[in-house]
């Protein structure tokens, strides 16, 4: 029988390429996301099951994924919401960044979790961002939804202990995606910049999931070669 996988974003531009990889690699996969033409585009294209899906729907996303076999969850799904500071951010935006990174991620734990602790096995990858590792890095409520992921992640794996459940995190750098467009910045995100693609990223999670079941790889950070964090900033006055 063929492995299981379950991607979330799946229409993202992240999102899709591990689907198609997932398929192409062996994997009955099944594409969660909010826009239908691009799901059912998803299908045609590469074989996948999907199910429109808010994540931020509790209810919903239990329904959806009850009964559910699940080797493993790439959990993709996010936004990334304007470049403003914390005292800027509108009501609405803060509701929707909350709602879809922090409590749709607990959402979909909720989900697929207990199928895979009864079959003790299983994998568990997060997208997550250096913004929520290294402050300077992007929005500011936006970083403290992924600040939130990476505690997700670490306490998932406690959770996790006395299983054979892996829980793998990718802090992403840039890739190439178009989500930069949510910023509504002026800068330029891409062009002339050598950004990491949605293929690189898919390669490593083929890597993560190619590894011996007892290996888990889980925090692994992933920028271009180009994009460095760190440093101080010091202003005189
Ligand atoms: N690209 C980067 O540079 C970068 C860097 C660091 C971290 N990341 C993280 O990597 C992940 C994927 O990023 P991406 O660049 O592929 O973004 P993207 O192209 O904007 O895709 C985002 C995905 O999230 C889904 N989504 C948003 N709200 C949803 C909701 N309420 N319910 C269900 N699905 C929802 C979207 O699906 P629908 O459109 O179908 O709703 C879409 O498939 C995100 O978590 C992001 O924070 C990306």
Redesign the pocket.
């Known amino acids: 029988m063929k492995p299981t996988a379950i991607v979330?974003?799946?229409?993202?531009?992240?999102?899709?390429v591990i689907v198609a990889q997932l398929t192409q690699a062996g994997y009955a996969t099944l594409a969660?996301?909010?826009?239908e033409s691009?799901?059912a585009d998803l299908a045609a294209r590469t074989g996948c099951r999907t199910r429109t899906?808010?994540?931020?729907d509790a209810q919903a996303v239990m329904a959806a994924l009850a009964g559910e076999k699940t080797d493993v969850v790439i959990?993709?799904?996010?936004?990334?919401g304007p470049q403003l500071a914390l005292h800027e951010t509108p009501d609405d935006v803060a509701h929707r960044l909350v709602?879809?990174?922090i409590l749709?991620t607990v959402n979909i734990l909720r989900a697929v979790v207990p199928a895979m602790k009864a079959a003790d096995a299983g994998t568990i990858v997060m997208?997550?961002?250096?913004?929520g590792t290294v402050p300077g890095t992007g929005p500011a409520l936006?970083s403290a939804t992924?600040a939130a992921m990476h505690a997700m992640s670490a306490n998932l794996r406690v959770d996790m202990r006395d299983s054979h459940i892996r829980v793998t995190e990718i802090?992403?750098?840039?890739?190439?995606?178009?989500?930069?467009d949510?910023l509504g910045a002026d800068e330029e995100f891409y062009d002339g910049y050598e950004?990491?693609t949605?293929a690189n990223?898919a390669a490593t999670i083929l890597h993560v999931l190619s590894s011996p079941a007892f290996v888990d790889l889980t925090t692994i950070e992933m920028l271009p070669t180009r994009q460095v964090v760190g440093g101080a900033l010091f202003s005189k006055g």
């Open positions: 979330t974003g799946a229409t993202g531009g992240i999102g899709r969660l996301g909010t826009n691009a799901l899906l808010d994540i931020c959990h993709s799904a996010g936004v990334l709602a879809i990174n749709g997208l997550g961002s250096i913004c936006y992924k802090l992403l750098g840039r890739v190439q995606t178009g989500i930069h949510q950004c990491l949605p990223v």
